[in-house]
């Protein structure tokens, strides 16, 4: 039997190439290798607040995205996370196994319940959830960008707990992230990853922005005060701007050096500009055909969550028998 990948993203915003060559990029290329489940995660996307006419347009866009990028639905399951009630119901039982203080570290956690007023409870849950869903599916593979990798590790210690408390139960899943591209940073802060959420027109580059907004935001993105490029001693805006390069041109280092040694700044930007646009240009024309037809897309989605919800409630029937709970003879 094949090993299971499981992995997934928030309809919180619009994806943008972090997104594309963090995660997507590398589910389309390991998608046939195993059995694959890809996820847009709406009950992450409300840990904090979308305004929900918008969240359901962005549902539906993410799984626009995700077929344009190139994720064969033949082959590997989508699905929407609330579509599959399971993923809930095991993220409780997990809750009651998670030590509340290994919640309290996670760097994700202290990053966006900064920015709240009021921080919900599901902000501190969410990385309980994200483990449930993974388990759920006894994943052995989850390909996610570097800034996942925290809470990955927590998914295989409350794994681990629930394990060694209730007897072996669930497979202890590896993080898988890219070579190149794992973590790209904001265009205008180089110091913080490029995020959906993030605030600023200037921050990340849309996966459905045009060539033309492409160039804009590329030729402002924040550099340093050297005039041209010099692999010793550049800031963080440009080595970001030549690993977004690297990772869509799959250039080796040698080439990107020998290609960008004593570049100015101004010519380095246009050519990122222009591999980005191009690169996303196919992806783009892919979208407009699959979003003409909404009913194709909610098909798929459909069939994804019946395909997968046997698998899942098998798991949750085990996790209840495992624990006690009440489960039917
Ligand atoms: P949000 O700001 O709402 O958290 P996000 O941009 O962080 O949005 P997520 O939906 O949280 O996106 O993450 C989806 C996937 O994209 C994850 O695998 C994550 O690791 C990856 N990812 C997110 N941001 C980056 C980035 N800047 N570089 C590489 N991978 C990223
Ligand atoms: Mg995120």
Same mark, same amino acid.
């Given at each position: 039997?094949?090993?299971? #990948?499981?992995?997934?993203?928030?309809?919180?915003?619009?994806?943008?190439?972090?997104?594309?060559?963090?995660?997507?990029?590398?589910?389309?290329?390991?998608?046939?290798?195993?059995?694959?489940?890809?996820?847009?995660?709406?009950?992450?996307?409300?840990?904090?607040?979308?305004?929900?006419?918008?969240?359901?347009?962005?549902?539906?866009?993410?799984?626009?995205?995700?077929?344009?990028?190139?994720?064969?639905?033949?082959?590997?399951?989508?699905?929407?996370?609330?579509?599959?009630?399971?993923?809930?119901?095991?993220?409780?039982?997990?809750?009651?196994?998670?030590?509340?203080?290994?919640?309290?570290?996670?760097?994700?956690?202290?990053?966006?319940?900064?920015?709240?007023?009021?921080?919900?409870?599901?902000?501190?849950?969410?990385?309980?959830?994200?483990?449930?869903?993974?388990?759920?599916?006894?994943?052995?593979?989850?390909?996610?960008?570097? !800034?996942?990798?925290?809470?990955?590790?927590?998914?295989? *210690?409350?794994?681990?707990?629930?394990?060694?408390?209730?007897? !072996?139960?669930?497979?202890?899943?590896?993080?898988?992230?890219?070579?190149?591209?794992?973590?790209?940073?904001?265009?205008?802060?180089?110091?913080?990853?490029?995020?959906?959420?993030?605030?600023?027109?200037?921050?990340?580059?849309?996966?459905?922005? *045009?060539?033309?907004?492409?160039?804009?935001?590329?030729?402002?993105?924040?550099?340093?005060?050297?005039?041209?490029?010099?692999?010793?001693?550049?800031?963080?805006?440009?080595?970001?701007?030549?690993?977004?390069?690297?990772?869509?041109?799959?250039? $080796?280092? *040698?080439?990107?050096?020998?290609?960008?040694?004593?570049?100015?700044?101004? *010519?380095?930007?246009?050519?990122?500009?222009?591999?980005?646009?191009?690169?996303?240009?196919?992806?783009?024309?892919?979208?407009?055909?699959?979003?003409?037809?909404?009913?194709?897309?909610?098909?798929?989605?459909?069939?994804?969550?019946?395909?997968? $919800?046997?698998?899942?409630?098998?798991? #949750?029937?085990? #996790?209840?028998?495992?624990?006690?709970?009440?489960?039917?003879?």
């Amino acid at each position: 039997m094949k090993a299971r #990948v499981f992995s997934g993203i928030q309809p919180t915003g619009n994806l943008h190439i972090g997104n594309y060559l963090g995660a997507l990029r590398n589910w389309v290329k390991i998608q046939y290798d195993y059995e694959s489940i890809f996820c847009i995660v709406d009950l992450h996307a409300v840990t904090v607040y979308q305004t929900p006419a918008e969240l359901q347009a962005k549902i539906r866009e993410t799984a626009g995205l995700f077929l344009a990028a190139g994720i064969d639905p033949k082959h590997s399951a989508m699905i929407v996370q609330s579509a599959v009630p399971a993923h809930a119901e095991l993220a409780w039982m997990l809750t009651c196994v998670t030590p509340i203080g290994w919640l309290y570290r996670m760097t994700q956690f202290k990053a966006k319940s900064e920015a709240q007023e009021t921080v919900g409870d599901g902000l501190l849950q969410y990385p309980v959830l994200m483990a449930a869903d993974i388990l759920l599916y006894q994943a052995g593979i989850v390909p996610v960008g570097d !800034d996942q990798s925290q809470h990955l590790e927590l998914a295989r *210690d409350i794994a681990q707990r629930f394990n060694s408390l209730y007897g !072996d139960t669930f497979v202890m899943p590896a993080t898988k992230l890219p070579s190149v591209g794992a973590r790209v940073m904001g265009l205008d802060e180089p110091d913080k990853k490029m995020s959906k959420s993030a605030p600023g027109s200037g921050h990340a580059i849309a996966l459905l922005d *045009d060539p033309a907004v492409i160039r804009k935001k590329i030729m402002r993105a924040t550099t340093d005060s050297n005039p041209a490029v010099d692999f010793e001693t550049m800031g963080a805006g440009v080595a970001n701007l030549l690993s977004i390069f690297q990772a869509f041109s799959e250039w $080796t280092d *040698d080439q990107m050096k020998a290609h960008f040694s004593g570049l100015r700044y101004g *010519d380095l930007k246009k050519q990122v500009a222009e591999m980005v646009a191009s690169s996303l240009e196919p992806l783009q024309q892919r979208y407009r055909e699959i979003t003409a037809d909404p009913a194709y897309l909610d098909g798929i989605l459909r069939e994804g969550a019946e395909r997968v $919800t046997p698998i899942a409630n098998s798991t #949750v029937e085990l #996790v209840k028998s495992r624990m006690g709970l009440y489960t039917r003879a």
